[in-house]
T-cell receptor, first 114, second 113 residues
């Protein structure tokens, strides 16, 4: 069965610093990978997705992620964060033999301080 | 405006009283899904539907029912709610059968006493 592990539950960082949110997945078949963002008291918004092709994926708000098949990782990065990036971030996986199921990680709370 | 709507947004009820949370999308999406979000557990899929009259269990289907009689609507039914179903519920839809890039509704906060 597929699973997703987000290695950090909370990541505090200062404004304009770089950030990396880590995500590892387990699957024996090809997968599709996603990052979602949830701002306080809101639903989830898709940041970026990897379906196939280039392993470096660029998303909205200056975020990017790199698919690493050998390390089964899909880490999210941003070179310079803003206060407005404070939110919870979820990594998710679907595909392979899971059909329409989308499996989420536990979430990483990014807190950007001035 | 493309959107997924849920009603109600907030609901407090008592154990055993049947309730329905509605979900509607205006994007003609085939795929729809329900999740619950609990602290420390992320989002867990309850049920999903790949098309009208086609529904499948997610990871935590116990205590829930769904139906997909029309493409735009995917209601979540709790026949006999219990306190462990107190949670934040999200509906989502997608244009593709494998659920890529799902659009999420604003959420329904349910409290069962």
């Amino acid at each position: 069965a597929q699973s997703v592990t987000q290695l950090d539950s909370q990541v505090p960082v200062f404004e304009e610093a770089p950030v990396e949110l880590r995500c590892n997945y387990s699957s024996s078949v090809s997968v599709y990978l996603f990052w979602y963002v949830q701002y306080p008291n809101q639903g989830l918004q898709l940041l970026l997705k990897y379906l196939s092709g280039s392993t470096l994926v660029k998303g909205i708000n200056g975020f990017e992620a790199e698919f690493n098949k050998s390390q089964t990782s899909f880490h999210l990065r941003k070179p310079s964060v803003h206060i407005s990036d404070t939110a919870e971030y979820f990594c998710a996986v679907s595909g392979g033999n899971q059909g329409g199921k989308l499996i989420f990680g536990q979430g990483t709370e990014l807190s950007v301080k001035p | 405006e493309a959107q997924v709507t849920q009603n109600p947004r907030y609901l407090i009820t008592v154990t055993g009283k049947k309730l329905t949370v509605t979900c509607s999308q205006n994007m003609n999406h085939e795929y729809m899904s329900w999740y619950r979000q609990d602290p420390g557990l992320g989002l867990r899929q309850i049920y999903y539907s790949m098309n009208v009259e086609v529904t499948d269990k997610g990871d935590v289907p116990e205590g829930y029912k769904v139906s997909r009689k029309e493409k735009r609507n995917f209601p979540l039914i709790l026949e006999s709610p219990s306190p462990n179903q107190t949670s934040l519920y999200f509906c989502a839809s997608s244009s593709t059968r494998t659920g890529h890039g799902q659009y999420f509704g604003p959420g329904t906060r349910l409290t069962v006493t």
